[in-house]
């Protein structure tokens, strides 16, 4: 502990030269919430096969009991988005004081069009009327959800699309899939939102519906001010500057939430910052400036981003992996967080392009660690998750759920 | 000959059976105009090195001589783009009226923002404002031009990016972009279209402003009507399905016009539909699709469409590369007039995958010389214009020129 | 018909004036196999869902049924390969005799190295020397299997990979992955061949053992003679030249065989020539040269190549889809077939970019139905394989099957 | 610099509790000898513009002196490699001399197959035999030069390839690289190899000779142990995993060298390290692990690897960016130097996904600045070379070579 002291006044000394502020970084970083998904304790793979995990829920509520472990060892995760009907329960109140009970809320709802066996050729972009008018139930239905547990965020992801030419009329589906979104839009209340998903393929792979940022904000910018994009990391092409979409939409308002996770290839959906790290380093130094903005309607859109994992664990433990996409979260957080924009600024200004580029790879490559522990210790947090998960005893707790629990069905 | 009599014949038979009126088709295909680009008739190359040819023009009304032998031999190409200032002029009426002697006229004015040592950070996004307002002047002097030679089309590629992360602010570029081109806009006459460039990148390799449709879109739509979004088909990341984005932009009312070409890597500027044939026949599969669209403004942005082509010949003699590529579009433009569009409309609507598919894939399948052959015998044009250019001695008459003509520069 | 007629005798003056045996290419087409797979008349999806498909067949058997009526229809496809243990059976000789008894034979058998909870964190390369003992024992048990029912091809696909850096020893694991392929490669019989096929990506991803044609060429060539290289044309990098990587094996006499689908953006599975049907020439056009090389090993490579489909019909039904891809690959195969070669050569050796490059183009622009249809009625079968099927009623006759039936597991 | 030494003692201990030997990794550290090209203190840009920067040096002499300031400011850098012609001097002899009396050796002598118009379709590929003669000529020549200069290393980059399908036949071109090759590797002396450059595209746009790694290890394999890969960082299809690749070549005693740099799209050539560091931090992962590699030719080949920088600074001052790709290449191989790998191999022993994961990550994740602090101030470098270099006043001092000094030409 005496050597964490050292190093972080060795952090502290640094960002001082660097006319860095570390305390208001610390309470900037203690502040940061990030909410964890209901599915992501549930098995999960790829279509070859799903390898089942002996201890994984078995239903909504153990799902939140396993949430509640990674909020009470991280601080950080207060709340839980749960997917509908995977999360369906009889009494959504009773899911909702589960969650309170736990010290939890629940987060964002989010619809599932993509798993009847109605939405095998589209849901609400399906040629045939009355499947359109089912999806739309089900997204009206997740709003009533969301009014039962206290949630303000419907996350809406449309898998729709086609796999071959000409199977679809894809203007057509573009005006269906725009009247669905009304319908919805104009049943939210005045404090929800919704987020429109969009992603570059899978599962359909000749043309997605939403096929890409521009796509999703066409959709929302058509709704009105409580629609926003949802960006999930994985869901680019190959090479797309991830970070330059985020300051687009920040600009324009639109930026609503995240789905976290991270790629090598397609949607991977591996754990957090584990393939490219500095490229979530990026991602945040954009909303860190965006916070910090002089305008008001990007700072306010920065501040109000929903900060979700979307993950897939299908060969590592869920509980941990959970809790290890958090920590790398917070550590790049952390990072962009000490970024001197002071002097970004000035070398930007003097066209200094090897000085400018000096001050965010330098940033990127502070140790954050002392900064973790500080807050962690100050809010009284394990300041080793990852230890303190191993040393809980709670994965042998949970062994006696069997194998087999909940999975993405 | 009677071959081909022949040929037509049976293919008259077939579009009968399949509900097609080949007339019509016939008379659409007769109208298809491409703008061929002055520089495609220069010397280029990659960054390694540029092959100088023999024959290659020394100006613009050489260019335009070169333009015009294309025209004389497909009848497709009455108009050739400039760019400014590789086809900078002292009397730019002179050089309108060359032209028209030669049968075309002018056609799309290119602003020049990447080859001015001033704009190595930058044009339109450049930190200093002195940079700024001399890429806003250029773009203004080229409304000018347009004047003079009767353009109606801005053609505006953006090529301002950074190489490195935190070399530029994202945001603030994005804001003097949208001041310049609102500057540049509010400059045009009421007849005169602002055609958006995007690209995914070169020659900035980390961040480009304009990177995708949904950015030239943005900035199109904050503009105003007469500001549209220009799709050069290798301008995006592998796998992009340019043919929903031609849908997205048609349905918007937002798509301005094209640069074709072919790629398999990057922006290769290859011969049009010498890679991907199919891809570019979807395309046009979309563009019919909108011009016989019941919904006015989607039609009548699908007549409207500005078909340019945007190549770089770096090994391949020019004139007959350019005949080519506009003998390539005219093949896949008439295949596209050949679908049978109840037929896939039906299909679609009984949920018939492999059916719709068949109606596309056939559709393309189908060889259309026939119908080229016919529309070229009809107006008096060369039934194969590769052959007729061949044969022209027009090669042998421009060696003349000798080597070391005008180039990207 | 006598249109067809008409349309072949064009053809045929066509190809005179090319140069270009059409009788040969009669002859040479009519003898192309191409395997079905058993999997690909069962259910399959993504990781979002499987939809069931009523009709489906239950067993290995139903599944030779389903092949056998697409053998009936195209001619084309004496063989089916099997899956184990999807196609467990009590007894291999029986399941061999149902084949003849349908017409057909069993052609490579191909291990399962995905699906066992063992194989999560890997099977031949797994770090435990059980895992790897019982995978290997699965292979040797196929290769007892290949005698049982005949078979002379093994075709592997080695899934093995991991999804975080760090999670295996890279070089430790080749070196098992040698090892085990060693002892598989030493137990077959002479006239049997092992095809190595290399993915990559999924389900691992960060790193796949067998990444590229180079890691699964480098595994044959320590082998020796009888094993070689299985393309899957939806396992490579977006851009990918596969073509040349045909023409590479080609030439080393290590191209074993094919997995034919289509692909846009990953491994998409789709019908064969779906999406880009000019790159599915080009590799035919690669195969047809080598067939007519003077170099014998080059020769005898390319004409003992294994013509397999491998493809996944999540939302299509799976006879017509399968017929739909042998009459694809048909048709590419038979343009390839109509390459003017010699005046391809004599231009190529001029230095004539354009014309050599339209000798291929103006090739794949033919329409082939002529020389299908003759092909077909010469052998008596249905001139058009998808009507055939429509009204033979044997999706009717199917149905009592119910939804249900056998999948990938 | 107290707090350097406390932050030295902090890395120490953490190092001590990890088992890791600082003193050994700090004395591998100071061995890193990273050879810098000559043309990297030349202008060169894309191809739309090469924008010229003052104080460029206006042939090989100045180059070698640049060359000297970044050795003298990072004592990392004692080998420059050489262009031919790029670097083509009366008297071969001096250039040697005049590097060394600058405290350098000449390194790797680069031919060029890409420049002379005979090249424009193909160099050692070229349909035409006098063009392969001439560049297999070429190549002797560097040869000889190699013996002038005392270079041991020929680092050839075939470009060659076609643009468009039919262009060439791939095989037959094939042979004749092979042949080429043959000729160069035979007149090696015995201390000299022969390293193998691939690149995925650029400047040919539709099939490249040597296009992957497999195909340059093909090359390899044919001519003999002196002949081995080389690796440039940038020119692989998006997504390959790179350290894979280096891992195989190393297990194949067939890694021969680096060209450095980093990318995000295509070659872009940007500063190495800029873009993706984790990923150059695995890539040194995989090498440290393969110096300590139990079997010889693995460690061997490990060692002898020839590490190069290859980069394009358009639009950043060279020489800086030069240091700086120094400083970048022995921040990453200083991380991997402090590897756990005993730990690392147990908890990949003990399937413990996350936790091998977390020795990687973490190691990459650890300040190893102190490291570098201290291999330069034992060595009495300065132990900031890029401020070293600012305040040196060189910049100043080469302004009167004035602008347009040596290119890529």
Same mark, same amino acid.
């Given at each position: 502990?005496?050597?964490?002291?050292?190093?972080?006044?060795?952090?502290?000394?640094?960002?001082?030269?660097?006319?860095?502020?570390?305390?208001?970084?610390?309470?900037?970083?203690?502040?940061?919430?990030?909410?964890?998904?209901?599915?992501?304790?549930?098995?999960?793979?790829?279509?070859?096969?799903?390898?089942?995990?002996?201890?994984?829920?078995?239903?909504? !509520?153990?799902?939140?009991?396993?949430?509640?472990?990674?909020?009470?060892?991280?601080?950080?995760?207060?709340?839980?988005?749960?997917?509908?009907?995977?999360?369906?329960?009889?009494?959504?109140?009773?899911?909702?004081?589960?969650?309170?009970?736990?010290?939890?809320?629940?987060?964002?709802?989010?619809?599932?069009?993509?798993?009847?066996?109605?939405?095998?050729?589209?849901?609400?972009?399906?040629?045939?009327?009355?499947?359109?008018?089912?999806?739309?139930?089900?997204?009206?239905?997740?709003?009533?959800?969301?009014?039962?547990?206290?949630?303000?965020?419907?996350?809406?992801?449309?898998?729709?699309?086609?796999?071959?030419?000409?199977?679809?009329?894809?203007?057509?589906?573009?005006?269906?899939?725009?009247?669905?979104?009304?319908?919805?839009?104009?049943?939210?209340?005045?404090?929800?939102?919704?987020?429109?998903?969009?992603?570059? !393929?899978?599962?359909?792979?000749?043309?997605?519906?939403?096929?890409?940022?521009?796509?999703?904000?066409?959709?929302?910018?058509?709704?009105?001010?409580?629609?926003?994009?949802?960006?999930?990391?994985?869901?680019?092409?190959?090479?797309?500057?991830?970070?330059?979409?985020?300051?687009?939409?920040?600009?324009?308002?639109?930026?609503?939430?995240?789905? !976290?996770?991270?790629?090598?290839?397609?949607?991977?959906?591996?754990?957090?910052?584990?393939?490219?790290?500095?490229?979530?380093?990026?991602?945040?130094?954009?909303?860190?400036?965006?916070?910090?903005?002089?305008?008001?309607?990007?700072?306010?859109?920065?501040?109000?981003?929903?900060?979700?994992?979307?993950?897939?664990?299908?060969?590592?433990?869920?509980?941990?992996?959970?809790?290890?996409?958090?920590?790398?979260?917070?550590?790049?957080?952390?990072?962009?967080?000490?970024?001197?924009?002071?002097?970004?600024?000035?070398?930007?200004?003097?066209?200094?392009?090897?000085?400018?580029?000096?001050?965010?790879?330098?940033?990127?490559?502070?140790?954050?660690?002392?900064?973790?522990?500080?807050?962690?210790?100050?809010?009284?947090?394990?300041?080793?998750?990852?230890?303190?998960?191993?040393?809980?005893?709670?994965?042998?707790?949970?062994?006696?759920?069997?194998?087999?629990?909940?999975?993405?069905?």
């Amino acid at each position: 502990m005496h050597r964490m002291d050292q190093a972080y006044a060795l952090l502290e000394a640094e960002c001082r030269d660097r006319g860095v502020d570390l305390d208001a970084a610390a309470r900037r970083l203690a502040e940061l919430e990030v909410e964890t998904p209901s599915w992501g304790y549930g098995d999960s793979g790829t279509r070859f096969k799903v390898f089942k995990q002996a201890g994984v829920p078995r239903n909504a !509520f153990e799902k939140i009991d396993d949430a509640a472990v990674v909020h009470r060892l991280t601080g950080a995760c207060p709340s839980v988005a749960i997917h509908i009907p995977w999360d369906k329960v009889d009494d959504y109140r009773a899911l909702a004081q589960h969650a309170r009970d736990s010290g939890l809320r629940i987060g964002a709802v989010n619809p599932n069009l993509f798993q009847d066996d109605d939405y095998m050729l589209g849901s609400i972009t399906n040629v045939r009327p009355e499947i359109r008018r089912k999806a739309i139930q089900h997204m009206l239905e997740c709003v009533d959800i969301m009014r039962e547990v206290g949630s303000t965020v419907l996350s809406l992801w449309v898998p729709d699309g086609t796999n071959y030419p000409g199977q679809g009329d894809i203007r057509r589906r573009k005006r269906w899939l725009e009247e669905a979104l009304r319908e919805v839009y104009d049943a939210l209340d005045p404090d929800m939102r919704l987020l429109i998903e969009y992603k570059f !393929f899978e599962p359909a792979f000749y043309h997605t519906d939403l096929a890409d940022w521009g796509m999703a904000y066409l959709a929302a910018e058509k709704l009105g001010p409580k629609a926003q994009v949802l960006v999930d990391t994985g869901h680019h092409p190959q090479g797309t500057n991830v970070e330059h979409i985020v300051a687009v939409l920040l600009d324009e308002g639109r930026l609503g939430g995240f789905h !976290f996770n991270s790629r090598k290839y397609a949607d991977d959906d591996l754990i957090v910052g584990a393939i490219h790290p500095y490229e979530l380093f990026l991602i945040f130094a954009e909303i860190v400036a965006a916070e910090r903005s002089g305008d008001q309607r990007v700072a306010q859109t920065a501040r109000a981003i929903a900060y979700m994992i979307d993950q897939s664990h299908n060969i590592e433990p869920k509980i941990p992996a959970m809790i290890r996409s958090v920590c790398n979260i917070q550590t790049q957080f952390a990072k962009a967080l000490l970024v001197p924009w002071d002097l970004l600024r000035e070398r930007q200004e003097q066209n200094d392009v090897l000085g400018a580029e000096a001050v965010l790879r330098e940033t990127f490559e502070l140790d954050v660690r002392p900064l973790l522990w500080r807050i962690r210790e100050e809010r009284g947090l394990p300041v080793d998750p990852m230890k303190a998960f191993a040393e809980s005893g709670y994965m042998g707790a949970i062994s006696s759920r069997g194998i087999g629990g909940s999975g993405w069905s």
